[in-house]
C-alpha cells in the first residue's frame, strides 16, 4: 500500500506531474491556433464553449507543435526539463541542439507526446477537483444539492447520496493515477526520442578526446619546464651548500643561476597555465623554442653541473615554429634525464643534424649505475615519444655501446603547416 502510495503522491509522482502541466502550458498556443482553423470549418462562433470543438482544436494544433518542434533549439529545452523534473539518467539523454533531421524528427515526436499527455493532464488537473470537492462535500451542505450544479439525477438518491464522498475520493486518486501512469510513460520514452544519435555519440567522443589531447599536451609541458627546473634548482643549491664556506665565487653563481631558472620557469609556467583561461591569450610570453632559446638552455645546464658538448649541424631558425618548440622541449628533457640519473659532473654529448627532411636529435651519456626504474619515473621518455609521435616523427631510447643514447626524428616537411 505504501509503494501505491508512492507512486502516486511521492516527490518523483510530483515532479512528473508538474512535467505534464508545463506541457499542457505549451500546448495552449497551438490550441488557440487550432480554434482560429477548427471555427470557419465547423461554422461555430463559440468554440471555447464546446467540449468537443476544444478536443478538436487540440487534435489540430499538435500537428502544428510537431513542426515547431524541427527546430533544433527545441532538444535542449526538452532535455532540461526532462532532467529536472522526470527523473531520467542523465547519461541517458542527448546535449546540444538536434543537429540531424533524424534527430528533429525524434525531438518532434517527443514534443508532440509531451503536449499531448500534457493537455490531457492539465485539462483533468483542471476540471475534476472541484468536481469532486462537491462531490465530498455534498452530503453535508444542503445548499449545494439545490443549486444549478448540473449534478446528475441519481444524486437525489439517499444510497448516492451517501456514496458520493467515495466517489469523489476515488475520482482523485483516478486523477493521480492518470497522471503518475502518464509521467511513466515519458519518462520512459524520454532517452529513446531525447537520447544520444550516433552522430551525437561521435561528437562527445571527438570533444573527449580533443579535451584530452590538450590535457596531455599541457601535461607535458608541464613535466618538461617545471621538471627540468626543480632538478636543476636542487642539484645546484646542493652543490653551494656543500661548498658554502669553502667557495663564496660558487655560491653566487649558484644563487644567480637558480634566480634565473626560476624566473624563467615561472615565466613559462605562467605561459602554460594561459591554456587553461578560457579565450585567454595573453600569455607571458611566447614558448620557448629551439632558435631563441637553445643556448642559454646549454648555459643553465651546465651551471647545474652536467659537462654538455653540443654539435649543431642545423639552422634552428629554418625550422617551422611546431618543430622549433617541440625539439626544444625534446632537448630540454633529455638534458633534464641525464642530470636527474646520472647526476653532476656527468658528460653529455648532443647532436642536432638537420638533413633534407627530418631533423635529427641525439644525446649520449654514461649509462646511470641503477638501471631499474625508479617509482613514477618513466615520463620524460614518454613525452618525448608522445611528442615525436603528434610530429609524425620517431624516437629510440636504451642503452647502446656502453653508453645511454636518446635519437629522435623529427619530419621538417610535413610540418611546414603546422601552427
Same mark, same amino acid.
Given at each position: ?77 526538452? $532535455?532540461?526539463? *526532462?532532467? &529536472? ?6 547519461? !541517458? =539523454? ?5 543537429? #540531424? /533531421? %533524424? ?33 465530498? $462535500?455534498?452530503? *453535508?451542505? &444542503? ?6 450544479? !448540473? =449534478? ?5 438518491? #439517499? /444510497? %448516492? ?259
Amino acid at each position: 500500500m505504501r509503494e501505491f502510495a508512492g507512486f502516486l503522491f511521492g516527490r518523483r509522482a510530483r515532479r512528473r506531474w508538474i512535467h505534464l502541466i508545463l506541457g499542457g502550458a505549451l500546448a495552449m498556443p497551438y490550441v488557440f491556433v487550432g480554434e482560429l482553423i477548427v471555427a470557419p470549418v465547423t461554422d461555430s462562433r463559440y468554440v471555447f464553449g464546446s467540449a468537443p470543438l476544444q478536443l478538436l482544436s487540440f487534435a489540430v494544433g499538435l500537428p502544428l507543435a510537431a513542426i515547431t518542434a524541427l527546430f533544433p533549439l527545441t532538444r535542449p529545452m526538452s $532535455v532540461a526539463a *526532462v532532467r &529536472a523534473l522526470c527523473g531520467v539518467d542523465e547519461d !541517458g =539523454l542527448a546535449d546540444g541542439p538536434a543537429r #540531424t /533531421w %533524424a534527430a528533429r524528427r525524434r525531438t518532434a515526436a517527443w514534443y508532440t507526446l509531451h503536449l499531448g499527455f500534457g493537455g490531457v493532464i492539465s485539462g483533468m488537473s483542471l476540471a475534476t477537483p472541484p468536481f469532486a470537492a462537491v462531490l465530498i $462535500v455534498l452530503p *453535508v451542505v &444542503a445548499g449545494l444539492r439545490d443549486s444549478r450544479l !448540473g =449534478l446528475p439525477e441519481v444524486l437525489d438518491h #439517499t /444510497w %448516492a447520496l451517501a456514496l458520493s464522498p467515495v466517489a469523489g475520493i476515488a475520482t482523485l486518486i483516478a486523477l493521480a493515477a492518470c497522471a503518475a501512469v502518464s509521467g511513466k510513460v515519458l519518462a520512459r520514452w524520454a532517452p529513446r526520442l531525447l537520447g544520444p544519435t550516433p552522430e551525437d555519440r561521435l561528437a562527445a567522443a571527438e570533444h573527449r578526446a580533443a579535451d584530452l589531447a590538450v590535457r596531455n599536451r599541457l601535461a607535458r609541458e608541464l613535466h618538461d619546464s617545471v621538471g627540468h627546473a626543480l632538478s636543476a634548482v636542487t642539484l645546484q643549491a646542493s652543490a653551494a651548500r656543500r661548498v658554502l664556506d669553502t667557495d663564496p665565487d660558487f655560491v653566487r653563481e649558484a644563487l644567480a643561476a637558480i634566480e634565473e631558472t626560476t624566473r624563467r620557469t615561472v615565466n613559462e609556467l605562467d605561459a602554460v597555465l594561459g591554456v587553461l583561461r578560457e579565450g585567454d591569450d595573453r600569455s607571458s610570453g611566447p614558448a620557448p623554442t629551439l632558435a631563441a632559446d637553445l643556448d642559454g638552455l646549454l648555459q643553465r645546464t651546465r651551471t647545474s653541473g652536467l659537462h654538455v658538448t653540443a654539435a649543431v649541424e642545423a639552422q634552428p631558425e629554418s625550422l617551422p615554429p611546431l618543430v622549433s618548440r617541440e625539439a626544444y622541449r625534446i632537448v630540454q628533457e633529455a638534458l633534464s634525464n641525464a642530470l636527474k640519473h646520472s647526476g653532476p659532473g656527468t658528460p653529455v654529448t648532443l647532436r642536432i643534424v638537420l638533413d633534407a627532411e627530418d631533423l635529427e636529435i641525439t644525446a649520449e651519456n654514461p649509462a646511470p649505475r641503477v638501471t631499474a626504474p625508479r617509482h613514477g619515473g618513466g615520463h620524460g621518455l614518454r613525452g618525448i615519444a608522445d611528442r615525436a609521435r603528434l610530429l609524425g616523427g620517431a624516437a629510440e631510447a636504451g642503452p647502446a655501446e656502453g653508453v645511454w643514447r636518446l635519437t629522435v626524428r623529427l619530419p621538417v616537411e610535413r610540418t611546414e603547416g603546422s601552427v
